[in-house]
């Protein structure tokens, strides 16, 4: 994800920009950077420890399934849908809570393994979006290891975040 940034960056700072403006925009890239991911399977995640042996369970009985931020080194749960087909359409439905014109938003499509899950989602995303996604890429081993083999997200420049609200609490 951040090598699409910096080859841009370099490619501006090639192109003649000013290097303190290229640093500026890299910086509120950076700040406006959200992951929305949607893993298909709470097996994973049990096995990681991001959730209970009880949750897992009771998840994958009843088919829910969490739509889970990943910001500034913090994963939350933004929301849970039951079944499968749901997971695509609520991850959008996110993305577009943040942002406020997605005809304009840059985005990538990320994926495990799955390639129908990432068709399914790149197909949903240029619908709802209005255009292509600039990259489709693989998910890397620690994330797939932690969403199993079919976990999907969406990268996509949001809103500014104020770093406050993902700060941990002091005791």
């Known amino acids: ?30 700040n406006r950077m959200e992951i929305i991911l949607g893993p298909y399977s709470l097996k994973q995640m049990k096995k990681s420890g991001r959730i209970s042996a ?28 039951r079944g499968d087909n749901n997971v695509p359409p609520a991850m959008v439905k996110w993305v577009k809570s943040r942002v406020d014109d997605v005809k304009k938003m840059p985005y990538m499509v990320a994926y495990s393994s799955s390639t129908a899950k990432r068709d399914e989602l790149v197909k949903l995303c240029k619908k709802e979006f209005g255009h292509a996604p600039l990259l489709v890429f693989q998910l890397g081993g620690v994330v797939s290891a932690n ?13 500014p975040r104020r770093l406050v609200d993902y700060a941990v609490p002091l005791p």
Not at 147 to 159: L, M, N, R, S
């Open 1 to 30: 994800v951040f090598g699409w940034y910096l080859c841009e960056m370099a490619r501006k700072l090639r192109n003649g920009a000013e290097i303190p403006m290229v640093i500026h925009e890299f910086e509120d890239r950076m």
């Open 54 to 81: 009880a949750a897992a369970v009771m998840g994958e009985l009843m088919g829910i399934r969490p739509i889970i931020s990943l910001n500034d080194g913090i994963s939350k749960v933004e929301a849970k849908v």
């Open 147 to 159: 969403t199993g083999p079919d976990g999907i997200a969406i990268v996509f420049e949001g809103k």
